[in-house]
């Protein structure tokens, strides 16, 4: 089982749609970072965060610390949101690595 | 350059062959993280500098891989005697400090024949 899993693994919607992708991890950690890499491309970090919600334009991503849960929404999708999304958690305590799950493909038809 | 640099863009390398991976981090960044990706899997620690700590190298496959961070800025990735199965992306992302946002290089394809 691996210590962060995605939901789901791959995923197409219409344009326009809602889109919810999600993250779970199995012990405490003192961040949760949200990755996006577009096909044959780099990977640009979305979101860091620790707790509560966050939001930058179309995106927003949630973490419950209690649940070891986050989400990841994007609103009102768009062929260019195809990619994959990667979830990334980093442990408490003197570590600073980063445990990466292994990630979701979206694609979003026109 | 305002982002993470790495070179080379593409290496192709015999097996058996040594190979150097540089990545030059955002300026001022103190944290710098090294990851691979092999083909269709995620992405896997490799090390990690923190400043003047000693490295957490717990994420190096064997003892064939090797880095170091001069200076606090550049650093260098070493395979030793590569094998088929170090062919990979190597990405390495630097951050201002350990818990910041990530800032990743563009990668070094790595193919060994």
């Known amino acids: 089982k691996n210590e962060v899993e995605q939901s789901p693994q791959n995923l197409t919607a219409q344009e326009g749609e809602f889109i919810t992708i999600n993250c779970s991890y199995s012990v405490g950690i003192s961040a949760l970072h949200w990755l996006q890499q577009h096909p044959g491309g780099g990977i640009v970090s979305l979101f860091m965060l620790s707790s509560g919600k966050k939001k930058h334009g179309r995106l927003i991503a949630t973490i419950n610390i209690q649940e070891k849960h986050s989400s990841l929404h994007i609103t009102a999708s768009h062929p260019r949101d195809s990619a994959v999304y990667i979830c990334?958690?980093?442990?408490?305590?003197?570590?600073?690595?980063?445990?990466f799950g292994t990630g979701t493909l979206l694609a979003v038809q026109p | 350059g305002a982002g993470v640099s790495q070179s080379p863009s593409n290496k192709v390398t015999e097996k058996g062959k040594d190979v150097e991976l540089r990545c030059d981090p955002i300026?001022?960044?103190?944290?710098l993280y090294w990851y691979r990706q092999s083909l269709g899997q995620g992405l896997e620690f490799l090390i990690y500098?923190?400043?003047?700590?000693?490295?957490?190298k717990s994420g190096l496959p064997s003892d064939r891989f090797s880095a170091e961070r001069t200076g606090g800025s550049v650093s260098t990735l070493t395979i030793q005697r590569t094998q088929q199965e170090d062919s990979a992306v190597y990405l390495c992302?630097?951050?201002?400090?350990?818990?910041?946002?990530?800032?990743f290089g563009n990668g070094t394809r790595l193919t060994v024949t």
């Open positions: 990334a958690v980093r442990y408490g305590g003197a570590t600073n690595k980063l445990i």
């Open positions: 992302a630097s951050s201002l400090f350990g818990n910041s946002p990530l800032h």
């Open positions: 500098f923190q400043g003047n700590s000693a490295p957490d």
């Open positions: 300026s001022g960044h103190t944290a």
